[in-house]
T-cell receptor
Framework: NAGVMQNPRHLVRRRGQEARLRCSPMKGHSHVYWYRQLPEEGLKFMVYLQKENIIDESGMPKERFSAEFPKEGPSILRIQQVVRGDSAAYFC?????????????????FGAGTRLSVL | AQKITQTQPGMFVQEKEAVTLDCTYDTSDPSYGLFWYKQPSSGEMIFLIYQGSYDQQNATEGRYSLNFQKARKSANLVISASQLGDSAMYFCAMREDPNAGGTSYGKLTFGQGTILTVHP
């Protein structure tokens, strides 16, 4: 799981600013997932992307949040006009494309997370 | 409806002893995967073990084993020979696979976690 790179590790923003979180998946992985963890809680799914496509965004707030995974470069989770309630740890995970057989297919490996603090 | 339930907010174990962390789940999909992750105080999420719903045998990874009881919908994590470094938060998670046999995998649904403390 050390292969999933997230930056920055810590991000401080004032209310109303934009937060941009980056995630580079493990080499060979074509699926990216974003999760949010509020203090003292488990992770909550936000969005699932493949290259240039959003597959499932059922966990994304309707406003201010967006995500992309371009053909080149990292996946980006963007939060516009941040509010204090956006303060959380944001985790990115990646998984490989399924191949025939293999019990480990599709396991999601996580990055170290970005801790967002909104002042 | 909560799909993953971890009923133990905290557990204590003596070093070198075994400990079981409970996890029950709820799904109507015949194909699904069950996962355990460890989150130490440093905050990263570390994959521990995976069990597929069609796997005939319980999964094992070193000192970790998954006690999978499909009829009871439980997927308890057993850690043998506990070490001080095992002290962490442990999360059970489920992935439902409505497109079993397809080429995409869906989201993980996590439980609330269990804090494990290993005493020397």
């Amino acid at each position: 799981n050390a292969g999933v790179m997230q930056n920055p590790r810590h991000l401080v923003r004032r209310r109303g600013q934009e937060a941009r979180l980056r995630c580079s998946p493990m080499k060979g992985h074509s699926h990216v997932y974003w999760y949010r963890q509020l203090p003292e809680e488990g992770l909550k799914f936000m969005v699932y992307l493949q290259k240039e496509n959003i597959i499932d965004e059922s966990g994304m707030p309707k406003e201010r949040f967006s995500a992309e995974f371009p053909k080149e470069g990292p996946s980006i989770l963007r939060i516009q006009q941040v509010v204090r309630g956006d303060s959380a740890a944001y985790f990115c995970a990646s998984s490989p494309l399924m191949t025939a057989g293999g019990a480990r297919v599709g396991i999601q490996y996580f990055g170290a997370g970005t801790r967002l603090s909104v002042l | 409806a909560q799909k993953i339930t971890q009923t133990q907010p905290g557990m204590f174990v003596q070093e070198k002893e075994a400990v079981t962390l409970d996890c029950t789940y709820d799904t109507s999909d015949p194909s699904y995967g069950l996962f355990w992750y460890k989150q130490p105080s440093s905050g990263e999420m570390i994959f521990l073990i995976y069990q597929g719903s069609y796997d005939q045998q319980n999964a094992t990874e070193g000192r970790y084993s998954l006690n999978f009881q499909k009829a009871r919908k439980s997927a308890n994590l057993v850690i043998s020979a506990s070490q001080l470094g095992d002290s962490a938060m442990y999360f059970c998670a489920m992935r439902e696979d409505p497109n079993a046999g397809g080429t995409s995998y869906g989201k993980l649904t996590f439980g609330q976690g269990t804090i494990l403390t290993v005493h020397p």
